[in-house]
């Protein structure tokens, strides 16, 4: 990946991640963001929406808006090439929480974590 998208990512700057629903109409959503230097990552519950559009078709685009300036931001299109859940997902909730808010996350737990791993196909950085 693009070191200047790498560099959107691991701060605390917001998202949009798009899907695509059955009918091929995208649906997008704010979210928290990171990366493990080869994918970006993204944090949600299994019984969202979003989880179930990328197990169906796994494309989606990410765009990473910086905090300090929203004219730059990073457009990433890729797939979905992981999920992971369990311990590991609950446990990067809680650092993307201390990134974005600095405590651990709060909220409810309607469904279990899971981790989605999108893979560039495609970065443009504006």
């Known amino acids: 990946m693009d070191e200047k998208t790498i560099k ?9 991640l ?11 959503h704010v979210m928290w963001v990171d ?6 990552l993204v944090n949600t519950e299994k019984h969202r929406a979003k989880v179930a559009n990328v ?6 685009t ?17 797939k979905v090439v992981e999920s992971v859940d369990g311990p590991e997902a609950r446990e990067h909730i809680d650092k993307l929480s201390r990134k974005y808010t600095g405590n651990d ?3 409810e737990v309607q469904s279990e974590r899971v981790i989605l791993k ?3 196909d495609r970065e443009v950085f504006h």
């Open 55 to 60: 197990k169906r078709d796994p494309r989606a």
């Open 105 to 107: 996350y709060g909220a």
């Open 35 to 40: 990366t493990d230097g080869d994918h970006i």
């Open 62 to 78: 990410i765009t990473i808006i910086d905090a300090e300036n929203p004219f730059r931001y990073a457009e990433v299109r890729g």
């Open 118 to 120: 999108i893979s560039p």
């Open 18 to 28: 798009s899907t695509l629903l059955a009918d091929g109409t995208p649906q997008t």
């Open 8 to 16: 959107l990512a691991e701060g605390p700057n917001y998202a949009a």
